[in-house]
């Protein structure tokens, strides 16, 4: 069984940047799409971006176009999102998820979650 843990998340001012991880064990990510959301208490749950099995790259919020990048390594069974000029409505909850997938399927129900790593965006 898939399971995956965020790391990275903090507190960072305005502008600033972060790096989030997501490793996954139980078994390898190689064959699964790969995706990072994020929700807060008064909003609902929002994708941010994904990246398939394939490599390649969707992004799910134009919000953060330009600014944040998905990544993976599968050798080290990890996901990133490097965010950059992160804003204050930036700040969420960050969780990643996995689709036994080729392809990223922004409409399908992601199968494995991580517990998610807070991203507070303050000055």
């Known amino acids: 069984q898939l399971q995956l843990r965020e790391s990275g998340g903090g507190l960072v001012p305005p502008g600033g940047s972060l790096n989030l991880s997501c490793t996954a064990s139980?078994?390898?990510?190689?064959?699964?799409?790969l995706a990072w959301f994020r929700q807060t208490p008064t909003k609902e749950r929002e994708g941010v971006a994904c990246i398939g099995a394939s490599g390649d790259k969707l992004n799910l919020a134009d919000s953060v176009k330009d600014r944040f990048t998905i990544s993976r390594a599968n050798s080290e069974n990890t996901v990133y999102l490097q965010m950059d000029n992160l804003k204050p409505e930036d700040t969420a909850v960050y969780f990643c998820?996995?689709?036994?997938?080729?392809?990223?399927?922004?409409?399908?129900?992601?199968?494995?979650w991580g517990q998610g790593t807070q991203v507070t965006v303050s000055s």
């Open positions: 139980g078994s390898a990510m190689e064959h699964y799409s």
């Open positions: 998820a996995a689709e036994l997938s080729y392809f990223c399927r922004p409409d399908r129900e992601f199968e494995h």
